[in-house]
């Protein structure tokens, strides 16, 4: 009875400790929670300036850290103009597969590809005298409107997109058609673009708000911390070497190296930097996709079959023909988007004409005027020869015949010796000769000096 008694205590004792620990880890636990709950995250990602294809790799990297931080929704705070179609639709297929809820404040204005980045977004605010909307794609920088088959396909995109996120569809497709005509909103000729508070009476939009504090507390985030995500370094060097003109520069560096190492001997300095252009020009638009397999196996072809009619072909053929077309058509691939329209193609084409005629006028004046360079004297050979000539050896300096020296070497049998205080290359006719003796010169022929040691006594010109 004893041991039942103590085993019974022993068991109401541990039942305890239970009850304690569970109350204990309770009271922390509600203590935490309130903790983690205050250290909600919000990344914000500012959405500026054109839209380019550099900036989808940023938004990528925006959702990437969002999900490894565990955020609770990824803000985009958008004032553009627009920017380039396929990087619209490289923007809107991130946010569209994002798992993480998204916000679109546009603040003040999300025009043409802005627009579809802003629709994409599972809540969209409006700031007071904001704009969206005028989303007709556009031929390059003309202003011209692009074919009927782009603005059909653009039109498509905005009118998925709206419905897949719960907006009018009809409002959507009316900003990049002018011949869609919505009652009370908008008629037939005239392109949509709604303000603010427009877009949230007809309910396109979800609320006008001020500021970003007012968007978080619309969505329920009124404690979170917003942290802002800005473009790293190499998410900047990509949309510098993306820019049209560092592209045409890069372009013209690769054709300027092409032509020089085609009209000098050896591997140099411009065929170093026309491979080390072509890395970064290809390098930058593989990263934001605009080059892929095909792109670089017509670039590998063409320079295959320029090096096959450089080393085995004789002349200019057939082979390096089609091979220049190639790199040509490998840089023009290189530079149209995903969706190119005429005037992409017409762009492409300058680009690479200009680049061609500046590399081959930079290598005129380079050939013409680099001999006049200093620099450049000490480190070529002036010297020529002529075909009518024949070969011709190094004129003979007869006036060095019968002089004398010291050997600035030991003779075995060649080595220096010094005359007038000039340092010559010579070599003894018998014999060893040491270090500082008398030697005469015998005979110069061509660049062979013979000398021979001469008597102690006999003075030295030295």
Same mark, same amino acid.
């Given at each position: 009875?004893?041991?039942?008694?103590?085993?019974?205590? &022993? +068991?109401?004792?541990?039942?305890?400790?239970?009850?304690?620990?569970?109350?204990?880890?309770?009271?922390?636990?509600?203590?935490?929670?309130?903790?983690?709950?205050?250290?909600?995250?919000?990344?914000?990602?500012?959405? %500026?300036?054109?839209?380019?294809?550099?900036?989808?790799?940023?938004?990528?990297?925006?959702?990437?850290?969002?999900?490894?931080? *565990?955020?609770?929704?990824?803000?985009?705070?958008?004032?553009?103009?627009? #920017?380039?179609?396929?990087?619209?639709?490289?923007?809107?297929?991130?946010?569209?597969?994002?798992?993480?809820?998204?916000?679109?404040?546009?603040?003040?204005?999300?025009?043409?590809? #802005?627009?579809?980045?802003?629709?994409?977004?599972?809540?969209?605010?409006?700031?007071?005298?904001?704009?969206?909307?005028?989303?007709?794609?556009?031929?390059?920088? %003309? #202003?011209?409107?692009?074919?009927?088959?782009?603005?059909?396909?653009?039109?498509?995109?905005?009118?998925?997109?709206?419905?897949?996120?719960?907006?009018?569809?009809?409002?959507?497709?009316?900003?990049?058609?002018?011949?869609?005509?919505?009652?009370?909103?908008?008629?037939?000729?005239?392109?949509? !673009?709604? !303000?603010?508070?427009?877009?949230?009476?007809?309910?396109?939009?979800?609320?006008?708000?001020?500021?970003?504090?007012?968007?978080?507390?619309?969505?329920?985030?009124?404690?979170? /911390?917003?942290?802002?995500?800005?473009?790293?370094?190499?998410?900047?060097?990509?949309?510098?070497?993306?820019?049209? /003109?560092? @592209?045409?520069?890069?372009?013209?560096?690769?054709?300027?190296?092409?032509?020089?190492?085609?009209?000098?001997?050896?591997?140099?300095?411009?065929? !170093?930097?026309?491979? /080390?252009?072509?890395?970064?020009?290809?390098?930058?638009?593989?990263?934001?996709?605009?080059?892929?397999?095909?792109?670089?196996?017509?670039?590998?072809?063409?320079? &295959?079959?320029?090096?096959?009619? @450089?080393?085995?072909?004789?002349?200019?053929?057939?082979?390096?023909?089609?091979?220049?077309?190639?790199?040509?058509?490998?840089?023009?691939?290189?530079?149209? *988007?995903?969706?190119? !329209?005429?005037?992409?193609?017409? *762009?492409?084409?300058?680009?690479?004409?200009?680049?061609?005629?500046?590399?081959? &006028? *930079?290598?005129?004046?380079?050939?013409?005027?680099?001999?006049?360079?200093?620099?450049?004297?000490?480190?070529?050979? %002036?010297?020529?020869?002529?075909?009518?000539?024949?070969?011709?050896?190094?004129?003979?300096?007869?006036?060095? +015949?019968?002089?004398?020296?010291? &050997?600035?070497?030991?003779?075995?049998?060649?080595?220096?010796?010094?005359?007038?205080?000039?340092?010559?290359?010579?070599?003894?006719?018998?014999?060893?000769?040491?270090? #500082?003796?008398?030697?005469?010169?015998?005979?110069?022929?061509?660049?062979?000096? /013979?000398?021979?040691?001469?008597?102690?006594?006999?003075?030295?010109?030295?």
């Amino acid at each position: 009875m004893r041991r039942t008694h103590a085993c019974l205590v &022993a +068991v109401l004792r541990l039942a305890a400790m239970c009850v304690s620990a569970l109350v204990l880890a309770t009271t922390l636990a509600s203590t935490l929670v309130p903790a983690l709950a205050a250290e909600e995250i919000v990344i914000r990602v500012p959405i %500026t300036g054109m839209i380019d294809m550099g900036l989808s790799p940023f938004v990528r990297r925006a959702f990437d850290e969002a999900q490894e931080r *565990g955020a609770r929704a990824v803000l985009f705070e958008i004032n553009t103009l627009g #920017g380039r179609l396929d990087a619209m639709l490289e923007i809107r297929d991130a946010i569209v597969e994002a798992r993480v809820p998204t916000l679109a404040f546009v603040h003040p204005r999300a025009i043409s590809a #802005g627009a579809l980045i802003a629709i994409a977004c599972d809540s969209l605010y409006m700031a007071p005298g904001s704009t969206i909307g005028a989303a007709t794609p556009v031929e390059g920088d %003309t #202003g011209v409107k692009a074919s009927e088959k782009v603005v059909s396909f653009s039109r498509s995109e905005f009118r998925s997109t709206a419905e897949r996120k719960g907006r009018d569809p009809e409002l959507a497709a009316a900003m990049v058609d002018e011949s869609i005509e919505i009652e009370g909103v908008v008629k037939e000729g005239e392109l949509l !673009t709604l !303000t603010g508070s427009r877009a949230v009476e007809l309910g396109f939009a979800t609320a006008l708000v001020e500021s970003q504090d007012a968007v978080l507390r619309r969505s329920g985030l009124s404690g979170a /911390v917003v942290r802002t995500l800005s473009p790293n370094w190499g998410e900047n060097f990509i949309r510098f070497l993306n820019h049209p /003109v560092v @592209a045409a520069v890069l372009m013209a560096i690769i054709f300027f190296g092409i032509i020089a190492e085609v009209q000098t001997a050896g591997w140099g300095v411009p065929g !170093t930097a026309a491979l /080390v252009s072509l890395l970064l020009f290809l390098g930058g638009r593989y990263v934001v996709g605009l080059v892929g397999f095909e792109e670089l196996l017509l670039l590998l072809v063409g320079f &295959a079959l320029l090096v096959v009619e @450089a080393l085995f072909i004789p002349g200019f053929g057939i082979a390096g023909i089609v091979g220049i077309l190639c790199l040509v058509g490998s840089l023009v691939l290189a530079l149209l *988007g995903h969706v190119p !329209t005429t005037t992409d193609l017409v *762009g492409a084409l300058y680009t690479i004409g200009f680049a061609l005629v500046a590399a081959i &006028a *930079g290598a005129l004046v380079l050939f013409r005027y680099v001999e006049r360079i200093p620099a450049w004297r000490r480190v070529t050979l %002036t010297a020529t020869q002529r075909p009518e000539e024949g070969y011709v050896a190094h004129p003979m300096d007869s006036g060095l +015949v019968g002089k004398i020296g010291v &050997a600035a070497t030991d003779l075995h049998p060649s080595g220096a010796m010094v005359i007038d205080g000039k340092r010559y290359d010579v070599v003894c006719d018998a014999g060893f000769v040491m270090r #500082g003796a008398s030697v005469r010169v015998l005979k110069h022929e061509g660049y062979r000096i /013979v000398v021979e040691e001469i008597a102690e006594g006999v003075r030295p010109q030295t």
